[in-house]
């Protein structure tokens, strides 16, 4: 019944500035993520065509997107969700759990501080935005494969907000953003969209008490990071094969609109990883 009553009310677009990287060196010549093979092949001119359309879409969309020159020798640069947190005109920087992405730290942070933002160099490990989703008041933290809890703490002091830990008990989904989505971020029982099996009990009861009308993501749809997506509040970009979840953002009024990143999904990402949202 929830959802009927959702589906009845107009869905508000608000308008979204978005940090994205051209994935112009991308493949895949290490394994950090049960995602990535070496041995696999992978095509860089079809992750680019693949990103272009993600970044046509916003574009279509209204989004402001702004761009950080990609590096060679950082293959997941393209995965700007990682590059830090921005919130209140502050940047919270990255700092990478495993050696082969530490560079994409500083470069984040270097783009963060030419445009004016004030930069807070971080202590312990996180890895931005990846981990960290704002609902309303609050940033719900992702801990248990690569950001350390002891960032939440950082977070609170920095932004003077409500942190919530939740604890990712599956590989699979290493990131909160692969299996935690953030459909309205003004919040409310129903503005989130998760996969209750990607967490541990304790943080499973404090989504179902948050949220206990958000939407509940299938196996299939998670298998190709279908929650990996981004929303201005009515529309949702999302995977193109994610069809259930497709379906359930429809009956409670979103318009989604399907990409394919398959390529950049050989790579453990998908359309929320290559989106770092600017709050100036």
Not at 75 to 82: G, L, S, T
Not at 91 to 113: I, L
Request: proline share 5%; glycine share 8%; charged share 25%.
């Amino acid at each position: 019944m929830e959802a009927d009553i959702d589906a009845l009310e107009e869905r508000v677009a608000t308008p979204k500035t978005v940090l994205m990287c051209r994935p112009e060196h991308f493949t895949v010549s290490y394994k950090i993520n049960p995602w990535m093979e070496p041995t696999n092949p992978t095509d860089t001119s079809v992750a680019l065509r693949q990103w272009q359309t993600l970044y046509d879409t916003y574009q279509r969309l209204g989004f402001h997107v702004e761009l950080i020159d990609p590096i060679a020798g950082l293959p997941d640069m393209v995965y700007a969700a990682n590059g830090g947190f921005v919130l209140d005109g502050i940047a919270y920087g990255a700092r990478f759990h495993y050696a082969e992405r530490g560079p994409e730290g500083p470069a984040y942070s270097n783009w963060f501080a030419e445009r004016g933002l004030r930069v807070v160099e971080p202590v312990s490990v996180n890895e931005g935005e990846g981990d960290f989703l704002k609902v309303g008041d609050t940033i719900f933290a992702g801990t248990g494969f690569r950001s350390d809890a002891a960032s939440h703490a950082e977070l609170a002091r920095i932004y003077d907000r409500e942190i919530v830990t939740l604890r990712l008990v599956n590989p699979s989904f290493y990131h909160l953003d692969t299996a935690f989505a953030v459909l309205d971020d003004a919040g409310g029982p129903a503005s989130v969209a998760y996969l209750p099996r990607a967490f541990d009990d304790a943080s499973r009861a404090i989504l179902e008490h948050r949220f206990p009308d958000a939407v509940l993501a299938t196996d299939q749809d998670a298998a190709i990071l279908g929650l990996n997506s981004f929303s201005d509040g009515r529309n949702v970009v999302i995977a193109g094969k994610a069809e259930t979840f497709a379906r359930d953002l429809e009956l409670r009024g979103y318009v989604p609109h399907g990409v394919d990143l398959s390529e950049l999904l050989l790579g453990g990402g998908g359309v929320k990883c290559c989106t770092l949202e600017l709050r100036w």
